[in-house]
């Protein structure tokens, strides 16, 4: 005969002879229980081999070791490797996280919040769309759980932000591109999906008439997260056209300036620093294929670990404290620029 299949706590208890309420104190924390309970349990789950259900277990808890993790989108390869450092920043300090994308729509990430609800977790680290974002659900959520923001920002909301500092990563990339040849023009998205991209716009504009130079601002049509096809259609036509009134351009994130290598190489086109090159093309994120596109790029490294550490680590200290942030608080980091062939 194969092994008896238990469905739940209250049969595990009664098979093994252990009170229910000494099992789920076992559950909670094995040291609690006296060691010769501690063994007749662990003897029973090895003879039953019993696995207990996590989630319905949190459910019957006013707080749960479970930690929402919510992105735009995971098939982007900035959000799934923050999201990754992030998920084992979780698991590492002893909780379950459970990791969701958006999907590049402003509607599921309210649902992707409406779920978390049901699972009343610990706490949530959540990577809004910002402006695309249903604020008011995001607020609403706030004043029931501990909230961390990462990546972008949306002005009081949440209890505490961790992202890159725009403003000095953006102006380390234009003070190296005006050093080292002509100064460079701006390529963007009309309508960018993320905050970052006007913050962006910004500081080069600043940065640019703090180096004594007229800012150039070229922008190109479409909307989401196609970046690449974006940069390859709308950064081509440029190209072709001659449009862009220097020969160095500063693309808002390097998945733009991905997409737009691809189109100089199809307009026969040499990117790169060289004297034989007609253009040079840079980044911003470090993204992970960026050291591998053709020529590789050059861009600004956000520092993915640093983010993913201290947005865990602001929100654990909330959940040790055990009350919400009394002043919320904002932190970035400084990006590090990453000389490529490219420019």
């Known amino acids: 005969m194969g092994q008896l299949k238990i469905r739940n706590m209250e049969e595990f208890a009664s098979i093994s002879g252990i009170s ?67 998920e084992l920043a979780c698991i590492e300090a002893g909780y379950s996280p459970i990791l969701l994308s958006s999907h590049g729509r402003a509607e599921m990430e309210r649902d992707n919040l409406n779920s978390l609800r049901s699972l009343k977790p610990a706490g949530v680290l959540l990577a809004p769309f910002g402006r695309m974002s249903d604020c008011e659900a995001i607020r609403a959520f706030d004043s029931d759980f501990p909230l961390v923001l990462f990546d972008a920002n949306i002005k009081n909301v949440g209890q505490a932000f961790v992202g890159t500092d725009n403003f000095q990563s953006v102006d380390l990339m234009v003070e190296y591109l005006c050093r080292s040849g002509e100064a460079p023009c701006f390529f963007e998205m009309k309508s960018p999906p993320n905050p970052n991209a006007n913050k962006r716009r910004e500081a080069y504009i600043e940065s640019m008439e703090r180096h004594g130079h007229v800012p150039m601002i070229f922008q190109g049509e479409g909307e989401g997260w196609k970046f690449e096809e974006i940069g390859n259609t709308e950064g081509g036509r440029l190209l072709a056209a001659n449009a862009f009134t220097t020969r160095t351009i500063l693309c808002s994130n390097d ?89």
């Not at 259900?53 to 019957?60: L, T, W």
């Open 255 to 343: 998945r733009l300036a991905i997409g737009m290598l691809s189109a100089a190489y199809g307009l026969g086109l040499r990117v790169g620093h060289g004297v034989d090159c007609d253009l040079r093309i840079a980044g911003h994120d470090d993204h992970p294929f960026s050291r591998f596109t053709c020529p590789p790029l050059t861009t600004i490294a956000q520092d993915y670990e640093a983010i993913a550490n201290r947005a865990v680590n602001d929100l654990f200290g909330m959940l040790e404290t055990k009350a919400p942030a009394t002043v919320r608080t904002e932190t970035t980091f400084e990006g590090r620029l990453v000389m490529r062939e490219s420019a």
């Open 20 to 86: 229910r309420p000494t099992v789920s104190k076992y559950f909670n924390d094995p040291a609690s229980v006296r060691s010769s309970t501690r063994a007749k349990i662990e003897a029973a789950l090895e003879k039953h081999d019993y696995q207990p259900n996590v989630f319905a277990m949190n459910q019957n808890r006013r707080t749960t070791k479970n930690i929402g993790v919510v992105v735009p989108n995971l098939a982007d390869p900035f959000f799934s490797e923050i999201g990754r450092r992030v």
